[in-house]
């Protein structure tokens, strides 16, 4: 063997034996069996190991090539960080495919490639990762529920009651159903795919009805210069404190900040100036499918108020004030639509108060609905009639068809988020977990399989078969379907599981089934079940999809419903609004009175009472009725309530 790399090894060899004698010395290999002893046993085995390479390198034939080996360890002079007390920092996972020149983990070392003659070596010498409780803003413990620690692995489902505590209720109920994950940046949440695919199907709808209407999608930068939220400075006032701003690059400030958009009335009407000259230009009918930051200091919810959310803005450009007022309210039905006819949730559509419209538009509608659980109304989504306010501001000026004539478009803007999935939840989910509305839900089926013990192997076969079976031409006939054919759970669990996902039908196929050439569908809403023969299955399941879209309509509806008061009088309007419901009062429309009424409805703990919109529908409004709260003529019936 050469000299040179005999000695290497040697001086390996000795290193390794003064490592393992500084470790006994230093009182780390542990006496008790007790997980900490493993690691500090582990530790010292990996160095008996090397040791034993090492004698093993300097004896064998090819000790050249494993003197190699050796060689690279060494020049890793850090290793010993690698023997990891059970709390110390997690180190830094190196990448896999390419380590680290002149570093050998304790991993590879162990590995049997690298192991020379017949060395058996027990599992890689541990990395320790044991529990430790967490701190972390991901895991934060009253969010997930999970760290109460009773909670036993395979237990599924929610520990908190929707009538009883319903915003821990809801906390759970996103996290559990694995609809979101939490953030380390507060007010931010992670939409997994389950959420995504809500969204997918309202977006897909919607993008769909706009484009019938002549909307074209476009997209606009991320990022607004000040200049362009300065211009908007009235309208933007009263938001200023919410808008996020970049002021540096690395490690330079830049010389103008810039925003992160909160809306993009500014990115985008600044353009539409340059791109609207003459009437042939016009209608422009743009709308974005995009991310805004509105960085609120109100109690983040998930869904309904968070720092970042998806949204769709359509910005519009009319020659005329008829043209843009028309398509207000196409727009104000089709997000009823989204509401009633995709998610089952009734709402009410109406023009919003003075106080409570955008401040840049003639007029602002909305759609809102109500969580009867709080007694707050959620305003579901926006449609803004803008006049001319905007394009005076940004100079959308165009020539009409009048020669030498010029007038401002008239424009429109309105929005629908991601918050339409969280008042969807709120509405249907119950103590099992989410109820999902079939037209949205990911999945609509879900096949169960459920063998019993006694059932031989050839039948337990033959019913996995059939699932598998029934699961194929579900799938083919264009239903969102699922099986679960897993054998480490029992039925039950499942059962819960799928509930806690909120499927709307579960298709179980039990030993007696199999004999009579039927299944059962149970349904999410209910609970109810009913028999079907195989071969009934695809004509029946999407006419039960339908029955239960339509009936939670209906049940939602009923709820609502029984949550609308009308009261004439201050006393009734209190009395009902404390025993959380809306009320449908008489107004004169007078923005003092709004105020006022928000501050004598506002008691210690419960926000003051607001309009949340004068609905489209009108009661009649008999001749002499007066406003319940100032006495004067009313002039029209506003729905009120406390809000988000
Ligand atoms: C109001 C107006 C409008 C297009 C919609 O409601 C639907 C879609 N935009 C939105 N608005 C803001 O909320 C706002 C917020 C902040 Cl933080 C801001 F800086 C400016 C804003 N301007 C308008």
């Given at each position: 063997?050469?000299?040179?790399?005999?000695?290497?090894?040697?001086?390996?060899?000795?290193?390794?034996?003064?490592?393992?004698?500084?470790?006994?010395?230093?009182?780390?290999?542990?006496?008790?069996?007790?997980?900490?002893?493993?690691?500090?046993?582990?530790?010292?085995?990996?160095?008996?190991?090397?040791?034993?390479?090492?004698?093993?390198?300097?004896?064998?034939?090819?000790?050249?090539?494993?003197?190699?080996?050796?060689?690279?360890?060494?020049?890793?002079?850090?290793?010993?960080?690698?023997?990891?007390?059970?709390?110390?920092?997690?180190?830094?996972?190196?990448?896999?495919?390419?380590?680290?020149?002149?570093?050998?983990?304790?991993?590879?070392?162990?590995?049997?490639?690298?192991?020379?003659?017949?060395?058996?070596?027990?599992?890689?010498?541990?990395?320790?990762?044991?529990?430790?409780?967490?701190?972390?803003?991901?895991?934060?413990?009253?969010?997930?529920?999970?760290?109460?620690?009773?909670?036993?692995?395979?237990?599924?489902?929610?520990?908190?009651?929707?009538?009883?505590?319903?915003?821990?209720?809801?906390?759970?109920?996103?996290?559990?159903?694995?609809?979101?994950?939490?953030?380390?940046?507060?007010?931010?949440?992670?939409?997994?795919?389950?959420?995504?695919?809500?969204?997918?199907?309202i977006k897909n709808w919607f993008d769909?009805?706009?484009?019938?209407?002549?909307?074209?999608?476009?997209?606009?930068?991320?990022?607004?210069?000040?200049?362009?939220?300065?211009?908007?400075?009235?309208?933007?006032?009263?938001?200023?404190?919410?808008?996020?701003?970049?002021?540096?690059?690395?490690?330079?400030?830049?010389?103008?900040?810039?925003?992160?958009?909160?809306?993009?009335?500014?990115?985008?009407?600044?353009?539409?100036?340059?791109?609207?000259?003459?009437?042939?230009?016009?209608?422009?009918?743009?709308?974005?499918?995009?991310?805004?930051?509105?960085?609120?200091?109100?109690?983040?919810?998930?869904?309904?108020?968070?720092?970042?959310?998806?949204?769709?803005?359509?910005?519009?450009?009319?020659?005329?004030?008829?043209?843009?007022?028309?398509?207000?309210?196409?727009?104000?039905?089709?997000?009823?639509?989204?509401?009633?006819?995709?998610?089952?949730?009734?709402?009410?559509?109406?023009?919003?108060?003075?106080?409570?419209?955008?401040?840049?538009?003639?007029?602002?509608?909305?759609?809102?609905?109500?969580?009867?659980?709080?007694?707050?109304?959620?305003?579901?989504?926006?449609?803004?009639?803008?006049?001319?306010?905007?394009?005076?501001?940004?100079?959308?000026?165009?020539?009409?068809?009048?020669?030498?004539?010029?007038?401002?478009?008239?424009?429109?803007?309105?929005?629908?988020?991601?918050?339409?999935?969280?008042?969807?939840?709120?509405?249907?989910?119950?103590?099992?977990?989410?109820?999902?509305?079939?037209?949205?839900?990911?999945?609509?089926?879900?096949?169960?399989?459920?063998?019993?013990?006694?059932?031989?192997?050839?039948?337990?076969?033959?019913?996995?078969?059939?699932?598998?079976?029934?699961?194929?031409?579900?799938?083919?006939?264009?239903?969102?379907?699922?099986?679960?054919?897993?054998?480490?759970?029992?039925?039950?669990?499942?059962?819960?599981?799928?509930?806690?996902?909120?499927?709307?039908?579960?298709?179980?196929?039990?030993?007696?089934?199999?004999?009579?050439?039927?299944?059962?569908?149970?349904?999410?809403?209910?609970?109810?079940?009913?028999?079907?023969?195989?071969?009934?299955?695809?004509?029946?399941?999407?006419?039960?999809?339908?029955e239960i879209q339509a009936d939670m309509?209906?049940?939602?509806?009923?709820?609502?419903?029984?949550?609308?008061?009308?009261?004439?009088?201050w006393d009734d309007f209190m009395a009902?609004?404390?025993?959380?419901?809306?009320?449908?009062?008489?107004?004169?429309?007078?923005?003092?009175?709004?105020?006022?009424?928000?501050?004598?409805?506002?008691?210690?703990?419960?926000?003051?009472?607001?309009?949340?919109?004068?609905?489209?529908?009108?009661?009649?409004?008999?001749?002499?009725?007066?406003?319940?709260?100032?006495?004067?003529?009313?002039?029209?019936?506003?729905?009120?309530?406390?809000?988000?």
């Amino acid at each position: 063997m050469h000299d040179k790399k005999f000695q290497v090894i040697l001086t390996a060899f000795l290193v390794d034996i003064v490592r393992a004698l500084t470790f006994l010395r230093s009182g780390r290999l542990p006496y008790l069996i007790n997980w900490e002893a493993s690691i500090g046993n582990t530790t010292f085995i990996t160095l008996v190991i090397s040791i034993i390479i090492d004698l093993k390198a300097m004896t064998a034939e090819d000790g050249p090539q494993i003197a190699e080996t050796v060689a690279d360890k060494l020049a890793d002079v850090n290793l010993d960080t690698k023997h990891k007390e059970p709390n110390a920092k997690k180190e830094k996972k190196p990448k896999a495919d390419k380590p680290k020149q002149g570093t050998i983990l304790l991993d590879t070392l162990s590995s049997p490639s690298l192991l020379p003659l017949n060395l058996t070596v027990h599992p890689p010498p541990c990395r320790p990762t044991p529990f430790q409780p967490t701190t972390d803003p991901l895991f934060p413990p009253s969010i997930t529920g999970r760290s109460k620690e009773v909670k036993k692995e395979t237990k599924l489902g929610l520990n908190a009651k929707k009538e009883e505590d319903f915003s821990e209720w809801y906390s759970q109920i996103v996290v559990e159903s694995e609809l979101i994950s939490y953030y380390a940046v507060s007010g931010c949440y992670i939409l997994r795919p389950t959420a995504y695919s809500i969204w997918d199907s309202i977006k897909n709808w919607f993008d769909a009805e706009i484009k019938e209407m002549g909307v074209e999608n476009c997209y606009f930068p991320l990022f607004i210069p000040e200049e362009y939220l300065l211009k908007e400075k009235d309208h933007v006032e009263g938001f200023a404190a919410e808008v996020a701003w970049v002021t540096r690059s690395g490690n330079s400030e830049l010389e103008r900040p810039i925003a992160i958009r909160p809306t993009s009335e500014t990115a985008m009407y600044k353009t539409y100036a340059t791109w609207i000259r003459s009437h042939r230009d016009l209608p422009l009918r743009l709308n974005q499918w995009a991310n805004v930051v509105r960085w609120e200091f109100k109690h983040p919810t998930p869904f309904i108020r968070s720092r970042e959310f998806l949204w769709q803005e359509g910005h519009t450009a009319f020659a005329t004030q008829p043209e843009a007022e028309t398509e207000v309210y196409e727009v104000l039905d089709l997000y009823r639509r989204v509401y009633e006819d995709l998610l089952a949730v009734p709402v009410i559509k109406g023009k919003k108060s003075d106080n409570e419209k955008f401040a840049g538009a003639l007029f602002t509608t909305s759609v809102e609905a109500f969580i009867p659980m709080n007694g707050r109304g959620v305003q579901g989504a926006t449609s803004h009639c803008l006049g001319q306010n905007f394009s005076k501001m940004f100079d959308i000026e165009f020539e009409t068809e009048v020669e030498d004539k010029k007038d401002f478009a008239w424009q429109n803007s309105w929005g629908l988020t991601t918050r339409t999935i969280g008042v969807m939840i709120m509405t249907h989910g119950d103590d099992k977990g989410l109820v999902l509305p079939p037209r949205v839900a990911h999945l609509q089926v879900v096949v169960v399989p459920i063998p019993n013990s006694k059932l031989s192997e050839e039948d337990k076969a033959a019913m996995l078969g059939k699932s598998e079976e029934l699961y194929t031409s579900i799938k083919k006939a264009g239903i969102r379907v699922n099986k679960d054919l897993r054998e480490n759970y029992t039925p039950g669990w499942k059962y819960n599981y799928w509930e806690l996902r909120g499927v709307p039908i579960r298709l179980e196929l039990g030993p007696k089934d199999m004999v009579n050439g039927v299944c059962v569908l149970a349904r999410r809403d209910t609970g109810a079940k009913e028999l079907v023969a195989w071969g009934d299955v695809i004509t029946r399941l999407p006419v039960l999809l339908e029955e239960i879209q339509a009936d939670m309509f209906t049940k939602a509806k009923a709820t609502f419903d029984g949550c609308l008061e009308r009261a004439t009088k201050w006393d009734d309007f209190m009395a009902a609004i404390d025993r959380k419901h809306m009320v449908l009062a008489p107004w004169a429309d007078e923005v003092e009175v709004e105020e006022m009424v928000k501050k004598k409805s506002a008691s210690e703990g419960a926000m003051g009472a607001k309009t949340l919109c004068i609905p489209m529908e009108q009661p009649e409004l008999v001749e002499g009725t007066v406003c319940f709260a100032s006495g004067k003529p009313a002039k029209n019936w506003a729905l009120w309530g406390r809000s988000y």
